[in-house]
């Protein structure tokens, strides 16, 4: 389980995140949702330990992860998704999977973990991670490089950033097929209403605040939210 408590967040002197609270369980979907500025980005950077929090707790697991480490939270199963990939010159898509897997794959395995993100794996095992792949083919492959690290609690940024329609159809079938096995925790920063239908819970961030934590009231996912993109 994750539980942020009494989390606040300044940057500027402006209030980013104001007094979230929250608990998340083991292998649920969670989705977090709300319009620009409304502090999603942040707070998924405080769990990951990206950025930390001005006051407040983070328990993972009943540990006190507040002050670890990126590298730390690692460690105990926690990866994140950015928003905008990072590339890797001079490193094959075949290479990173394997170092994000520490070598634990096989070649069949790797190619398996690239047609569940639409990619050829003749076209793409040998390609480099750099500039000459598009945004959407970068954030696929980073998609692979996520889920090879076989993690418990995965963080996406705005998954479906950058990535085409047949793309969101199989990131979306990924979505669920990591849910039937309970393979992991995934926590969403998306607006994109699409991967609504998923979630096990929507959480409405407004100003830094969490507004609604949807899972029970609303069964079509959409009553609370249809307005807040207006």
Same mark, same amino acid.
Request: glycine share 6%.
């Given at each position: 389980?994750?539980?942020?408590?009494?989390?606040?967040?300044?940057?500027?002197?402006?209030?980013?995140?104001?007094?979230?609270?929250?608990?998340?369980?083991?292998?649920?979907?969670?989705?977090?949702?709300?319009?620009?500025?409304?502090?999603?980005?942040?707070? =998924?950077?405080?769990?990951?330990?990206?950025?930390?929090?001005?006051?407040?707790?983070?328990?993972?697991?009943?540990?006190?992860?507040?002050?670890?480490?990126?590298?730390?939270?690692?460690?105990?199963?926690?990866?994140?998704?950015?928003?905008?990939?990072?590339?890797?010159?001079?490193?094959?898509?075949?290479?990173?999977?394997?170092?994000?897997?520490?070598?634990?794959?096989?070649?069949?395995?790797?190619?398996?973990?690239?047609?569940?993100?639409?990619?050829?794996?003749?076209?793409?095992?040998?390609?480099?991670?750099?500039?000459?792949?598009?945004?959407?083919?970068?954030?696929?492959?980073?998609?692979?490089?996520?889920?090879?690290?076989?993690?418990?609690?995965?963080?996406?940024?705005?998954?479906? =950033?950058?990535?085409?329609?047949?793309?969101?159809?199989?990131?979306?079938?990924?979505?669920?097929?990591?849910?039937?096995?309970?393979?992991?925790? =995934?926590?969403?920063?998306?607006?994109?209403?699409?991967?609504?239908?998923?979630?096990?819970?929507?959480?409405?961030?407004?100003?830094?605040?969490?507004?609604?934590?949807?899972?029970?009231?609303?069964?079509?996912?959409?009553?609370?939210?249809?307005?807040?993109?207006?």
């Amino acid at each position: 389980m994750l539980e942020l408590k009494n989390i606040y967040f300044k940057r500027d002197n402006k209030t980013i995140l104001n007094d979230i609270n929250l608990k998340i369980e083991d292998n649920k979907c969670i989705i977090i949702t709300g319009p620009n500025g409304s502090g999603k980005s942040t707070l =998924a950077k405080i769990i990951m330990g990206i950025e930390k929090p001005d006051s407040g707790k983070i328990i993972y697991d009943s540990k006190d992860i507040t002050n670890l480490s990126l590298d730390e939270r690692a460690k105990l199963g926690i990866s994140f998704a950015f928003q905008q990939p990072i590339k890797f010159k001079g490193i094959t898509v075949e290479k990173l999977l394997n170092l994000a897997s520490k070598n634990s794959l096989n070649k069949k395995e790797i190619n398996e973990l690239l047609l569940k993100v639409g990619l050829d794996p003749k076209e793409y095992l040998n390609r480099e991670v750099n500039d000459k792949l598009s945004g959407g083919e970068l954030k696929r492959i980073e998609l692979a490089s996520v889920i090879a690290k076989d993690s418990k609690l995965i963080i996406y940024d705005e998954p479906e =950033a950058g990535i085409d329609l047949w793309s969101f159809k199989s990131l979306i079938n990924l979505f669920l097929d990591n849910k039937l096995n309970k393979k992991e925790t =995934a926590i969403i920063i998306s607006h994109q209403q699409r991967l609504f239908k998923i979630a096990d819970q929507i959480i409405l961030l407004e100003k830094g605040t969490i507004k609604s934590m949807d899972s029970i009231c609303c069964p079509n996912k959409n009553c609370c939210l249809e307005n807040i993109y207006e």
